[in-house]
């Protein structure tokens, strides 16, 4: 499970154009993202902040409904391979996670 820095940190990596991959970690499972060229994951590789996968140049940021459609799109397809196994699980929980950091940014920006 990621930690609450982590998730925030994924939200912001796709706020600003990053994407999931569609391969899980292939070291603990989870999500895997792609950010500026670089794949990492979240969990496993020590990136604190979005400032360490920064660039020089400038981004235009996704649409915060354009991502959650995405991430919605991913979930579906997991969920339609599905295998019943651990690994499923996590990315699956992974997923939702992102949805519901996703959801909570959504709400504040429109509050
Ligand atoms: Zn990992």
Redesign the pocket.
Known sequence: MLSKEKRALVAEVMRRGGTLLAE?????????LKYKGKTF?????NVNSIEELEGASETKPAGLQEIDDLILKRLLNVLKQQTDDEKTSIITLNYINALKVLREMKTKNEG
């Open positions: 899980p970690c292939p070291k603990c499972g989870g999500i895997m994951c979240p969990n496993c590789d």
